[in-house]
């Protein structure tokens, strides 16, 4: 019988959940978890490899940058946490950078009270409604799918323009050894947004990116402020990240209501 589209989209889902999960599998064990060919498995891996999520090896695949909408609510009591404590920290006139990462642009939820502009290549952000006094400009830029982020000349170009007061960056990994994403294109966007900051650098990191490093380091730890994760987070490598490094780490808990 013929597989419907339906139930293609949802095996490739939960075999990219898989990956984010574990970081590397094989074709032989994501056949045996979905009962499908390992051919079936193969087209399923090119799918995600050509979005550039994956990088396929032989026998299997590693996860390069996780691209599946995170409908986990737990998560998301911690990103909103992580964003809240972040928007304690603006302050009237602010121009702020976001990057692309989807905490970060939660920040925008919690900004009230003040007048403050974003500069963002997060083409999300289209979807938000800031509160009064807050303005979202973006960088322009081809618009990079799935994850919706703007790159190329044209935002350096942009953010090239600007000097912005306080940066919140969100990352794929965060180690001793520095920041990282598993996108190529998104490594100038992030280095440009924190060279051309004179204020506070902030990385926004939830606990499951702790100890993680991808293949495009963007920056060191020297280069940051303030790491703001929450309670879940490895505190051996924070230890160790505060040991080496001279940054600030704030741990939050889980935000009670996910609604704002």
Excluded at 236 to 252: C, G, M, P, S, Y
Aim: glycine share 6%.
């Amino acid at each position: 019988m013929k597989t419907s589209k339906a139930e293609v989209e949802k095996r490739r889902i939960e075999i990219m959940k898989e990956i984010e999960e574990k970081t590397s599998v094989s074709v032989e064990e994501l056949s045996a978890k979905f009962e499908v060919s390992p051919v079936t498995i193969r087209r399923d891996l090119q799918y995600w490899e050509d979005k550039g999520a994956i990088e396929k090896n032989y026998g299997g695949a590693t996860l390069i940058q996780a691209f599946v909408e995170d409908k986990d609510y737990d998560k998301k009591r911690y990103m909103r946490a992580i964003a809240k404590k972040a928007a304690e920290m603006v302050e009237d006139d602010d121009v702020i950078f976001i990057n692309s990462s989807r905490t970060a642009l939660m920040v925008v939820d919690y900004i009230k009270n003040k007048r403050a502009t974003i500069i963002t290549n997060n083409a999300r952000a289209i979807n938000y409604t800031p509160a009064a006094g807050v303005s979202i400009i973006f960088t322009g830029g081809e618009v990079k799918f799935p994850k919706n982020s703007m790159t190329g000349e044209f935002a350096i170009s942009t953010l090239n323009s600007i000097t912005a007061n306080k940066c919140f960056i969100g990352c794929s990994g965060l180690s001793e050894k520095g920041i990282s994403t598993g996108l190529m294109k998104e490594t100038l966007i992030n280095k440009t947004m924190l060279r051309r900051t004179k204020g506070k650098r902030v990385v926004l990191c939830d606990a499951g990116k702790i100890g993680l490093r991808y293949n495009f380091d963007y920056s060191n730890l020297e280069d940051i402020d303030l790491i703001i994760t929450d309670v879940r987070a490895d505190d051996e490598v924070l230890d160790n990240i505060a040991r080496i490094h001279d940054v600030t780490i704030h741990k939050v808990e889980p935000i009670r209501n996910t609604t704002i």
